[in-house]
């Protein structure tokens, strides 16, 4: 059985993402059900730092969150680091409050790997990588961006998902 995939359209390009289920099974069944239910379609990333991440799935173009489900658990592991192109769950401070917001790496970011349970230890879970589209992401990374209210990094021109959906070889 091959690995779900999801196609999310941007103005900058499609990306392909290909999840890993026998990962993080929690964090990958979550997510899917937001995709189901059309849920990122419309929204915006709307976080971006040039060599870091690009990071979507919980504003609007106004900057409004969109109400989201009960957090999951955070399913971070050591087998699963944050290296560039994987995409793992956003998150406050507590380890375990991932909702939709999810990251796109766009370096290897070993300081967000799981090292221990701790709370400062915990990490940010990665749930898959992106197969196809590279380069729209990395335009997206390279966009001009600016202070929104309290939000920093948002980029100057909106950058909408247009859809995100399963995508079937």
């Known amino acids: 059985m091959s ?12 990306i392909l993402i290909e999840l890993w289920p026998d990962k ?3 964090t990958v069944a979550n997510f899917l059900k937001y ?8 929204l915006i ?4 730092i040039k060599g870091f991440m690009i990071q979507g799935g919980g504003m609007d173009m106004m900057m409004r969150e969109k109400k989201t489900n009960a957090p ?6 050591t087998d699963t680091p944050n290296l560039i192109g994987t995409i793992a769950m956003a998150r ?4 375990h409050s991932a909702t939709a917001q999810f990251f796109i790496n766009v370096a290897d970011n070993h300081f967000l790997d799981h090292r221990d349970d701790t709370v400062d230890g915990f990490g ?20 001009k ?4 209210g309290f939000h920093a990094d948002v980029p100057v021109d909106p950058i909408t998902i247009i859809s995100a959906k399963r995508f079937e070889l």
């Open 45 to 48: 990333f709307h976080r971006v």
């Open 72 to 77: 999951i658990k955070n399913e971070a592991k």
């Open 145 to 148: 961006t600016k202070t929104a």
């Open 92 to 95: 406050t401070p507590d380890p």
């Open 24 to 26: 993080a099974p929690e």
């Open 124 to 143: 940010y879970c990665v749930f898959g990588k992106v197969s196809e589209g590279m380069d729209a992401v990395e335009k997206i990374a390279k966009a």
């Open 35 to 42: 995709v189901d239910e059309e849920f990122y379609d419309g």
């Open 3 to 14: 690995n779900p995939m999801v196609l999310i359209e941007t103005p900058m390009g499609e």
